[in-house]
């Protein structure tokens, strides 16, 4: 039978998310590349709304990413450590409130067009500078990020105490942070950068993060 897979491209993206959560649950699974995007319009049948990535298993074959990323919780026990709905109900809170920061950082990573000193500014200034956090950020701050994990979080974990989705969701947008802005955003961020290293060193994510599974870019 073949492994459970996430189609993409070959670069971290918005798969990598994907990727951390089975990492972390222990499942042993590939990546197909897509050659292009033509085959996301042509076969609406597999990519639903036109767009990647996907996810598949002998059980099922999802598109978009939160619906991917709460079946691997479910599935794989990473969903709250009590069975609680309230406590899923607390990382889906996170999950979406990162949902809502992502799309801001990513082009600062992958567009060429946002690799200035401008589009840097401009974001920190919205979205990481602390007293932005009182203006008008469309709920995409990383201070509301920082402060839910400082109330709902325990033992290190960002909901709860133990591992969950919202630690390897976390884990990416810390990194994606990390690489636009460095050191600079550990300073401001500390408890952000602490739960990233924290992460970073569980065993089961540590050898995904040194495997050829994980894509460069
Ligand atoms: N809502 C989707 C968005 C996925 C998305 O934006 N995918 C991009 C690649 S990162 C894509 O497929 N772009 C091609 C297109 O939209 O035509 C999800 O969360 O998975």
Not at 22 to 27: F, H, K, Q, R
Not at 120 to 137: D, L, M, S, V
Not at 143 to 151: G, Q, R, S
Not at 181 to 188: I, T, Y
Request: with cysteine.
């Amino acid at each position: 039978m073949s492994k459970p897979a996430i189609v993409y491209f070959p670069v971290k993206g918005a798969a990598e998310v994907i990727r951390l959560t089975l990492a972390a649950a222990g499942v042993d699974f590939e990546n197909e590349n897509l050659p292009g995007t033509e085959v996301l319009k042509q076969d609406l049948d597999t990519y639903s709304f036109g767009q990647c990535p996907r996810y598949h298993d002998a059980d099922c074959d999802l598109v978009q990413t939160p619906a991917i990323l709460r079946y691997l919780a479910r599935k794989h026990d990473l969903y709250g450590g009590s069975g609680s709905i309230v406590e899923q109900a607390r990382i889906d809170q996170l999950l979406d409130g990162m949902q809502d920061l992502r799309p801001k950082i990513m082009p600062l990573v992958y567009r060429d067009a946002f690799q200035t000193d401008e589009a840097r500014a401009e974001f920190w200034g919205t979205h990481a500078e602390p007293e932005a956090a009182k203006g008008q950020c469309r709920g995409a701050h990383m201070l509301y990020i920082d402060a839910f994990v400082a109330k709902h979080g325990k033992d290190g974990f960002a909901v709860g105490g133990q591992l969950s989705v919202a630690d390897l969701v976390l884990f990416d947008l810390v990194e994606l942070h990390q690489r636009v802005f460095g050191e600079r955003f550990d300073k401001q961020y500390p408890a952000m950068a602490a739960h990233h290293a924290k992460i970073g060193v569980l065993p089961a994510v540590a050898d995904y993060l040194a495997s050829a599974l994980r894509p460069e870019k």
